[in-house]
């Protein structure tokens, strides 16, 4: 299966991928990081995978799939010469246990169908004891236990299940499977009806509560990615993962392959500023819980990611046994960026936090406390070299953007004094925001070029520099913002998309080999920025092209190779779905989201170039 052929259902804290085949190829249980119990995504059957679909001759990969309208829940139909059938998958948001509901209906005539579940905890490694009882399949294997309710009865052999079925029109099948410690007693078996007219419910609840103002032409690709956003928030911590899974491949082929089922402070605060302009603040209010758990302590010891919990220690390893996604190897689980220094985090999380108390949520001391600390910290290293947020594995450098977020985190929290009064050394961060501001211009600006550069003295440029106009370190008709807007599309593209950075044959940036795709969100960076500067209709065009990349349910991974015309990466993601979100508001009507009304000077007419695109 490609990583397009893929759909995302959830619990908001698990997820799993299900192919066009009707095969589940991804689950982890019982948290987005747990190990995969079907993990075939990154390996083959033999690794773990539930499918369900027709049996009998004709297309092994569905005739159509959908949500059910403003819904995480997914409709697969096929047609087949005897009639028509509809595999309806969910995990209902999460009360004991998780499970994952597959309800086969037939629509039309008579389809002859069959299933097949090979369950493989550890990520496909450890071959579980399956036995009946009570009429269900119970899986055991190490902390794992699943039951399987199956409505038709199940074979075994060869270490799986299988069964085949006929369905006649208005059967309706009901499969449902759930995860629970083995130590643990049986666990409630839920009714899969009752529970999807209660999923149903509580995803359209949510989408009737979000105030975005988008075009209508635009409208379902922003719900779409909000609801995809929402799907990779862990709700019992109010954590959110950058995606759902682990070494999808940014390079077909290559060594790119790492675990994002982590919370980013990066990623994270994005989110919830995409989240906050659609009007949910109370995401920002758990996310703000979470961010003071996780980071207390000292200022010293921040971290630039921690696990859905909090959880500091999130060491890199690889997983040989798995022989990776169309062999792009190694597998990869935790991240070795967690000891990385990447200043930028603390510009995007001080313009979260104060983009959210502006949005209305109530200041609470702990966080002002903590905003403080961190100033303290940033005030003594902002000038040093860093990562930055490429999470390069190459030499620290002095990353321009990096610098650019230390100066956004310095006027977020002046701002929090001068509009809501809160106490701070004013004066000390006055002169710090004038210092790092006058040093960017004097060592990340090359004047011949007139563009910034990717670290300070080097020729290179970066994708990054396109976030400078959203920061409001200098106005977005600033002719060094647009010099730098046009020495990217001059020299950061590759078959219209931008690229993150040059990667040269003797790569000495990110320290990797081999290449990647297009990072999405650069692409999407560069439409809102020439939307900002008033070019409206190649914005539009470039967005257009953009969400013509999203697969056929409206989901984006991380990167594009325009090589092979796939989506490559991780899937899907949060850092593609994100400025997606951004880039509709700014091009519909940028006044109406707190960025803009809080940062950039509220309602701002839009240069047109021409006829509205
Ligand atoms: O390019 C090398 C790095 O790639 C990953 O980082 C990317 O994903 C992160 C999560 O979305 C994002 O915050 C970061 O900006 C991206 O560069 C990977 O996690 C790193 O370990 C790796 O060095």
């Known amino acids: 299966m490609r990583i397009e052929d893929y759909a995302l259902i959830g619990d908001m804290q698990s997820a799993a991928l299900v192919g066009r085949n009707g095969s589940v190829d991804w689950l982890c249980l019982p948290r987005f990081d747990s190990p995969a119990c079907f993990a075939s995504l990154l390996g083959d059957e033999r690794n773990g995978h539930w499918w369900i679909g027709p049996s009998g001759p004709g297309p092994r990969l569905s005739s159509r799939r959908r949500y059910r309208e403003n819904t995480l829940i997914l409709e697969t139909e096929w047609d087949t010469e005897s009639g028509t059938v509809r595999v309806t ?63 038709v009865p199940l074979q075994g052999g060869d270490y799986a299940h299988k069964a085949t079925f006929r369905v006649s029109a208005g059967d309706r099948l009901a499969f449902v499977f759930t995860w629970h410690p083995s130590h643990s007693p049986a666990p409630h078996q839920i009714d899969p009806e009752a529970e999807l007219a209660e999923t149903e419910a509580i995803w359209t609840e949510w989408v009737a509560q979000s105030s975005t103002h988008t075009e209508d032409r635009w409208r379902d690709a922003v719900t779409r990615s909000l609801i995809t956003l929402k799907a990779l928030t862990y709700a019992p911590t109010g954590g959110i993962v950058a995606a759902p ?90 991240n070795a960026a967690v000891d990385q220094l990447q200043l930028d985090v603390y510009g995007e999380v001080m313009n979260c936090l104060y983009l959210a108390r502006a949005s209305g949520l109530l200041a609470i001391s702990r966080t ?25 594995r190459g ?9 650019v977020m230390a100066w956004v985190a310095t006027d977020r929290v ?151 015309e796939r989506l490559v990466g991780n899937f899907p993601q949060a850092f593609s779905h994100v400025p997606l979100i951004h880039t509709a508001h700014t091009l519909t009507r940028p006044g109406c989201t707190p960025r803009y009304t809080e940062i950039l000077g509220g309602e701002r007419e839009q240069e047109q170039d021409g006829e509205r695109a």
Not at 463 to 484: C, E, K
């Open 89 to 151: 998958d969910f995990m209902p948001p999460r009360q004991a246990n998780p499970d994952l509901v597959r309800i086969v209906e037939c629509v039309a005539g008579t389809v002859e169908m069959g299933t097949h579940i090979r369950i493989r905890f550890d990520y496909g490694r450890i071959v579980p004891w399956v036995r009946r009882t009570d009429g269900l399949l119970q899986a055991i294997g190490g902390p794992d236990s699943v039951w399987l309710h199956s409505p």
């Open 245 to 334: 899974t682990t070494s999808l491949p940014e390079d077909l082929g290559g060594v790119r392959n790492w675990d994002y089922r982590y919370c980013w402070l990066r990623d994270a605060s994005m989110t919830l500023d995409a989240l906050l302009g659609a009007g949910y603040v109370e995401e920002a209010r758990d996310w703000r819980e979470w961010l003071l758990r996780a980071i207390a302590g000292r200022p010293q010891d921040l971290q630039i990611m921690y696990g859905v919990a909090g959880e500091r220690r999130l060491p890199e390893m690889e997983l040989p046994w798995l022989e990776g996604y169309e062999e792009s190897r190694p597998v990869r689980l935790g």
């Open 368 to 392: 002002w406390a903590i905003q403080r600390s961190l100033m303290d910290f940033l005030e003594s290293h902002w000038d040093e070299p860093d990562e930055g947020l490429w999470e390069v």
């Open 395 to 403: 030499p620290r450098r002095h990353f321009v953007h990096s610098k």
């Open 414 to 564: 002046i701002r929090q004094v001068e509009r809501f009064g809160q106490h701070g050394p004013l004066d000390r961060w006055r002169a710090l925001r004038e210092r790092i501001h006058a040093e960017i211009l004097e060592k990340g600006y090359d004047p011949e070029r007139n563009t910034f550069t990717q670290s300070y003295g080097s020729a290179e440029l970066d994708a990054s520099l396109l976030l400078i106009p959203q920061t409001g370190f200098l106005p977005p008709h600033d002719p060094r913002v647009t010099g730098t807007i046009d020495a990217i599309e001059r020299e950061l593209m590759a078959d219209g998309f931008v690229l993150r950075y040059p990667i040269a044959q003797e790569n000495s940036v990110d320290g990797l080999t081999g290449g990647e795709g297009a990072f999405l969100a650069c692409s999407f960076w560069l439409a809102e920025a020439r939307a900002m500067v008033g070019r409206r209709k190649e914005a539009v065009e470039l967005f257009e092209k953009l969400l013509s990349l999203r697969n056929d349910v409206g989901l984006l991974a991380e990167e594009y190779d325009p090589r092979y």
